[in-house]
Nanobody, 122 residues
């Protein structure tokens, strides 16, 4: 399975942005898809995840209530709707294959694609 993130850009604080992750290959080989981000000089961190065959979602506390993850299996895509963006949300965002319902550590995810840069100006 291969995943690729799209949709990053430059936005002002308080604005919204939607990221897309396109899945190719055997989607059935993964439990779901996770979004991660990595700010300059910091470690990659978990943002949100969604199961592929149901609508189970899970969020990091830092984005809960502002970000919404969803998936469209017909379009083989997973989306991250980001509202009320803050400068601290600035990072390269990645999507990756989620191997299990309980995984949230970066090391547990696979099939990382190239990230997409989100820059939030104050």
């Amino acid at each position: 399975v291969q995943l690729q993130a799209f949709g990053g850009g430059l936005v002002q604080a308080g604005c919204s942005l939607r990221l897309s992750c396109v899945v190719s290959g055997r989607a059935s080989s993964m439990y779901g898809v996770g979004w991660f981000r990595q700010a300059q000089g910091k470690e990659r961190e978990f943002v949100a995840k969604v199961s592929w065959n149901s609508v189970t979602t899970y969020y990091a506390d830092s984005v809960k209530g502002r970000f919404t993850i969803s998936r469209d299996t017909a379009k083989r895509s997973v989306y991250l709707q980001m509202n009320s963006l803050k400068p601290e949300d600035t990072a390269v965002y990645y999507c990756a294959a989620d191997p299990s319902p309980i995984a949230t550590f970066t090391r547990d995810f696979g099939s990382w694609g190239q990230g997409t840069l989100v820059t939030v100006s104050s």
